[in-house]
């Protein structure tokens, strides 16, 4: 199994933690974003949106860290990072989709004004409207999440992908002297501890989030 991630990228870190998880031998291949190297040919014959990560697995090329972290998550099934049921299945699907289509912009457009070393390396920037958007939104979308999490540990009663989902933008926005200030959801502060202490995700932020979170 060969991995493609990216350094400072959240998206790879998200798969690297899957990867921890699931206790997967593979072989790391990092490629440098910031200078091109994923808009390069060989890159863009893996994944031809020139995004990180990719897996290779055997025939199987795949891209979209969710979709990784899916496929991680079916073939080596002792690592129990999904519900046996199928309603507890389409219940973290229905966290993937929460994170990838609300909570992660939200989170973009606040670290990219943030998170200096974000800013420096992709020199990226949000204005102020895109800024104060990205920190309302996160103020619409995190109490869900802490409702969700009250009386429990983990989104879906046991760890699952739908926690690993969450964990590399949130440690994004959570950076600096200016990051979020995530108190007023105490539920979700204190999940983001325990998820943040894992030995998998540690070693995710080593090989994709060094000097971001």
Known sequence: ????????????ARSAFAL??????YTPHPIAAPHGENREAPYLALNPMGKVPALVDGDLQLWESNA???????KH???RLLPASIAGRASVQRWLMFQASHVTPACAAFYRRTNQRVRTVWKADS???????GRSELGRYLPVLDQALAGRDWLEGDFSLADI????????????EAGYDFAPTPN???WLKRLWARPAWQKAVEMSLAGAV
């Not at 204005?127 to 958007?133: E, L, M, S, T, V």
């Not at 989902?165 to 600096?176: D, E, I, N, R, T």
């Open 165 to 176: 989902a969450y964990a590399p933008h949130l440690a994004m926005v959570a950076q600096g």
């Open 77 to 79: 099934p002792a690592a």
């Open 1 to 12: 199994m060969d991995y493609y991630y990216g350094t400072l990228s959240g998206n790879s």
């Open 188 to 190: 979700v502060q204190a």
């Open 127 to 133: 204005d102020d409207k895109q800024f104060a958007f």
């Open 20 to 25: 921890g998880e699931a206790g997967v031998a």
């Open 68 to 74: 990784i972290n899916w496929y991680l998550a079916e």
